[in-house]
C-alpha cells in the first residue's frame, strides 16, 4: 500500500505565494498517477480544485495552478487570499486499481 | 447543474450492514468513474472504493471483502453496500466523480 504525503501545515501571507506538495513513497509521482488536489473548508464537502496534475475546473480560481515538481506533484497559490485558508488533500491514481490521498496540508492565510 | 446526493447513512450496530445511495442529476454515472470516500471525525480523507464506465471495480484493503459498490444506470445511481461494519468504518462518506462531490452521509457504527 502506498503512503502519499503533503505537509501537515503551512502560511502564508495575504497576497503571497505559497506551493504544496504531495510525494510517494513508491517513487516520482508522476503524469500516469493524475494527481488530484481537493480544498475542504470547515464543515463543509471537498471541492476539486485540480485534475489530472494540471487541469483546471471552470470553478478553479486562476490563483491556483498544478504542476510536478521535482518528483512530486505540487499546488501553487500565487496572491493568497483570506478565503484560501482550508484544508488541501492530493490524490494519487496507482495503475488505476488503487487511489490514495495524501494526508492533508492545513494552509493558514496570515 | 451537477448534484449528487447521498443518502442512507444512520446508526448500526458493530457486524450490521447499510447500503448508501448516491442519486445523480445533470451527471451521468455511467459514463464516468465514480468513487466513494469517507472522512472518520477530525481526520483526513480516505479512498474507500470506484466503479469505472466499464463495470470495473476496486477497493481499500481496509474494506475489500465487505463493502461492494454498484451503480444502477437506470436510476444513474451509484450504491455502496456496507457489511460486516466496525467501529472504525464510522465516518462521513461522500460519493465523488471526483470532479463533483456530494455533500455526504454520516455512518455510525456504535453499539
Known amino acids: 500500500q502506498a503512503v502519499v504525503t503533503q505537509e501537515p501545515s503551512l502560511t502564508v501571507s495575504p497576497g503571497g505565494t505559497v506551493t504544496l506538495t504531495c510525494g510517494s513513497s513508491?517513487?516520482?509521482?508522476?503524469?500516469?498517477?493524475?494527481p488530484y488536489w481537493f480544498q475542504q473548508k470547515p464543515g463543509q464537502a471537498p471541492r476539486t480544485l485540480i485534475y489530472?496534475?494540471?487541469n483546471k475546473h471552470s470553478w478553479t480560481p486562476a490563483r491556483f495552478s498544478g504542476s510536478l515538481l521535482g518528483g512530486k506533484a505540487a499546488l501553487t497559490l500565487s496572491g493568497a487570499q483570506p478565503e484560501d485558508e482550508a484544508e488541501y488533500y492530493c490524490?494519487?491514481?496507482?495503475?488505476?486499481?488503487?487511489?490514495?490521498f495524501g494526508g492533508g496540508t492545513k494552509l493558514t492565510v496570515l | 447543474e451537477v448534484q449528487l446526493v447521498e443518502s442512507g447513512g444512520g446508526l448500526v450496530q458493530p457486524g450490521g450492514s447499510l447500503r448508501l445511495s448516491c442519486a445523480a442529476s445533470?451527471?451521468?454515472?455511467?459514463?464516468?468513474?465514480m468513487s466513494w470516500v469517507r472522512q472518520a471525525p477530525g481526520k483526513g480523507l480516505e479512498w474507500v472504493s470506484v466503479?469505472?464506465?466499464?463495470?470495473?471495480?476496486y477497493y481499500a484493503d481496509s474494506v475489500k471483502g465487505r463493502f461492494t459498490i454498484s451503480r444502477d444506470n437506470s436510476k444513474n445511481t451509484l450504491y455502496l453496500q456496507m457489511n460486516s461494519l466496525r467501529a472504525e468504518d464510522t465516518a462521513v462518506y461522500y460519493c465523488?466523480?471526483?470532479?463533483?462531490w456530494g455533500q455526504g452521509t454520516l455512518v455510525t457504527v456504535s453499539s
Open positions: 445533470g451527471f451521468t454515472v455511467s459514463s464516468n468513474y
Open positions: 489530472d496534475t494540471s
Open positions: 465523488a466523480s471526483p470532479s463533483y
Open positions: 490524490l494519487l491514481s496507482y495503475s488505476g486499481a488503487n487511489w490514495v
Open positions: 513508491t517513487g516520482a509521482v508522476t503524469s500516469g498517477h493524475y
Open positions: 466503479i469505472y464506465s466499464g463495470g470495473s471495480t
